[in-house]
């Protein structure tokens, strides 16, 4: 019995090692889920930065380093998670953000991953099960509760029934890769061949928005570069005027 209780924690040890170090930030301000987050994560790749960060912080420092995750632990109103989300993947397009709450209603969550969110989780989840969370999330994969991906399921289903005055945006394509109107309206602009700026210019962002939505887009239809996602949309989707 020994024995094997050895054999395993060794393994447990041995995936962790494979797990490439990543920079994690916390925006929480309840102490006691920081403090419980720094012992779960202190001897895992996902060990918390020594910096604190607030809803406030300027982030856009790390958006040279080459993985970043950022754990956001706050309770907020649909918009202000939806606006704090934009404004970190601006700051740092490249970083993995995963939601830390059990309280978002399934459109909320559409909208947020929508808008890049990576990953959702309840605050409340075992500590290996969070590790094996983060691990897949910078793995590429992106994870919510089973009861929100049913209950949006079962929303998609609603929205393709044939009777429906009108359906989702692009027909075509999967619950996990449909895009928002905005990122719609970016697709437009990359088969028209526009630049970030004058894309930026013509819908009102700033060009560090504009690249967050252009990364989601490659992300959702699968596409390498942008010149791919203007061809996919034309072979694939119909863009309403």
Not at 5 to 27: E, W
Not at 141 to 160: F, H, V
Not at 213 to 241: C, D, E, F, Y
């Amino acid at each position: 019995m020994r024995q094997e209780v050895v054999v395993r924690m060794q393994s447990h040890s041995i995936a962790h090692d494979a797990v490439p170090h990543t920079t994690t930030l916390l925006i929480c301000r309840n102490t006691v889920l920081r403090a419980g987050l720094r012992m779960i994560l202190s001897d895992t790749p996902f060990a918390l930065a020594d910096r604190v960060v607030d809803l406030t912080s300027d982030i856009s420092v790390f958006a040279e380093s080459d993985r970043v995750l950022i754990l956001l632990g706050e309770s907020l109103s649909p918009n202000a998670y939806l606006e704090t989300l934009e404004r970190l993947k601006a700051q740092c397009p490249s970083a993995w953000v995963v939601v830390l709450a059990d309280h978002l209603k399934p459109n909320t969550v559409l909208r947020l991953f929508e808008a890049g969110l990576n990953g959702l989780c309840s605050p409340a989840m075992g500590g290996s099960s969070l590790v094996k969370v983060l691990e897949l999330v910078t793995d590429g994969e992106t994870i919510l509760p089973a009861e929100i991906g049913l209950a949006l399921l079962e929303q998609q289903s609603r929205w393709s029934e044939p009777e429906a005055q009108e359906g989702p945006l692009f027909p075509t394509v999967g619950l996990a890769g449909r895009l928002s109107d905005r990122e719609a309206q970016v697709l437009r602009c990359l088969m028209e061949g526009a630049t970030n700026k004058l894309i930026a210019r013509q819908l009102g962002l700033v060009e560090a928005t504009v690249k967050v939505h252009i990364k989601s887009i490659l992300r959702k239809v699968k596409a390498g570069n942008r010149t791919q996602a203007a061809m996919w949309a034309q072979q694939h989707l119909q863009l309403p005027a």
